[in-house]
Every structure is written in C-alpha cells, then in structure tokens.
C-alpha cells in the first residue's frame, strides 16, 4: 500500500541557515503531495502542495518539488527562522488503489531552530 | 479565519470506560475526518465522513468506534469501551472537498486522550 518516508528528527539548526527535510513515497499512479506543519501547542495546517510530477509547491519561503523519477517530495527553506520551530510531516493523497479520501502521513519531523 | 475546534483538549479515563470526542468542522465543509497519533509515532487514518454516512475506515477503526454528526454542526468520535492502547492524540479534520482532489484538510488542535 501508500506509504510515506521522512527524515527521523530531531533536527536542529542555527538561524538563518538552510534546511533540507527528505521525504520519500511509495505509491502507485499519482498521488498528490503535502507538506503539513504543526506549531506548539496547535493543530496541523497544510504549509504546501503539489498535484503533478514536477509541480513545485511553496508557502512562506519553503519549497518542495514532486520528483516522480525519485519518488520524492523534499521540504526545503533558504534561511530559517526561529519562528520555524515546529512538527513538520510529509504527506500524501490518492494514486491508483488508493481513494482520494485520505490522507497518509509520514512520521513527522520536529525541527528547531537556536537564535 | 474559520477553523475546525474539538473539546475536550485533554480527557483522562478508566480502562473500559466510554468516551466521546467532538468537533465542530468548518461550517461549509462537506467532508470530515478523524486521525490519531499514539505518542512518538505516526498520524494515523481513521475515518472519513461524507453525506452522513462513513466513506471510508482503517483497520484501526472497528467495532469498538463509531461516528456521529448528530445535529449537522458536531461531528464526533466514540470509543465504546476503552482499552490502554487507545492513549493517543485524536485529531478532527474537515474539509469542501477530497483530499485526494487536492482540497486541503483543516485540522482541530487535537483532543489528547489517556487510557489508565
């Protein structure tokens, strides 16, 4: 079935340096894919999406690109920000076998961020 | 903004007992969802919620569950005798449309659930 594979964390950087989150998926057809982020103390909210084999999806200075050849969906930002520190989970939805009507998360990332 | 509440934040039971979890999805939306996320591990899929009727369920999601949108604003989730490995944080979505349609699931905060 579906599955979806991220980086385990912790990770945790320095302001302003650049991030890299490694998501990887296993599906059949073309699912679509979700970056979803999770702040203290609150509930998860889609930060990105991508519908299509090289759609780049981006929110807030992250980005992600849908690489069907590496069946992968890698959350990337520039220069991080304290405000950054957060659960980050990758996620995806539909593919042939698999009904559009929910969604399959990875394990989540916590990521944080030192001033 | 709009947003998807649950109640309660934090509910603490007796194993065996039941338990009943709401939310109140956002107001247009047509489809609802429950997750859960046992401590440390992944968001889980329940069960999806169309038309007043289950469209779909894990294999997380027997018996021992059920749901209800009783009054056309709530939408809840019941556990009818609650075992220990039902501890976990139980998270309400909703959404217009599939997610599979690229419709963006809102997500609740979360009501965290523990099992003694």
């Known amino acids: 079935g579906n599955s979806v594979t991220q980086m385990e964390g912790p990770v945790t950087l320095s302001e302003e340096a650049f991030l890299t989150i490694n998501c990887t998926y296993t599906a059949t057809g073309y699912p679509s894919l979700f970056w979803y982020v999770q702040y203290p103390g609150e509930g998860l909210q889609l930060l990105l999406k991508a519908t299509k084999a090289d759609d780049k999806g981006s929110n807030k200075g992250f980005e992600a690109t849908y690489r069907k050849e590496t069946t992968s969906f890698h959350l990337e930002k520039g220069s991080v920000q304290v405000s950054d520190s957060a659960v980050y989970f990758c996620a995806l939805s539909g593919g042939y076998y698999s009904s559009a009507s929910k969604i399959i998360f990875g394990s989540g990332t916590r990521l944080s961020i030192r001033p | 903004e709009p947003e998807v509440t649950q109640t309660p934040s934090h509910q603490v039971t007796q194993m065996g007992q039941e338990v009943i979890l709401r939310c109140v999805p956002i107001?247009?939306?047509?489809?609802f969802y429950w997750y859960r996320q046992i401590l440390g591990q992944k968001v889980e899929f329940l069960v999806s919620?169309?038309?007043?009727?289950?469209?779909?369920k894990s294999e997380i999601f027997d018996d021992q569950f059920s749901v209800e949108r009783p009054d056309g604003s709530n939408f809840t989730l019941k556990i009818r005798s609650t075992k220990l490995e039902d501890s976990a944080m139980y998270f309400c979505?909703?959404?217009?449309?599939?997610?599979?349609?690229?419709?963006?699931?809102?997500f609740g905060e979360g009501s965290r659930l523990t099992v003694l």
């Open positions: 107001s247009n939306h047509l489809y």
């Open positions: 979505a909703s959404s217009e449309g599939t997610s599979g349609n690229t419709g963006e699931l809102f």
């Open positions: 919620f169309y038309n007043n009727e289950i469209s779909e």
